[in-house]
């Protein structure tokens, strides 16, 4: 189990929202060859959150080693 501790943005600005999304897009597979234009339309009814991790704890399971 992990605990963590930070804080969180709420970004508002289309250029923001873009960032935030092209960063998601990348993280779960998209490549530079994608056109990641997104629509105005699509983008202002978005709710982008920063979430800025300042501590973060956990724990080791047990089972790694017997799997290792």
Do not use: C, F
Request: net charge negative.
């Amino acid at each position: 189990s992990i605990v963590g501790y930070g804080t969180v943005e709420i970004i508002t600005d289309e250029k923001g929202k873009r960032e935030g999304l092209d960063i998601l897009m990348k993280q779960h597979g998209a490549g530079d060859d994608v056109d990641m234009n997104y629509l105005l339309k699509d983008i202002k009814p978005m709710s982008i959150l920063k979430v800025t991790i300042t501590e973060m704890t956990g724990k080791e399971s047990g089972n790694w080693k017997k799997v290792m």
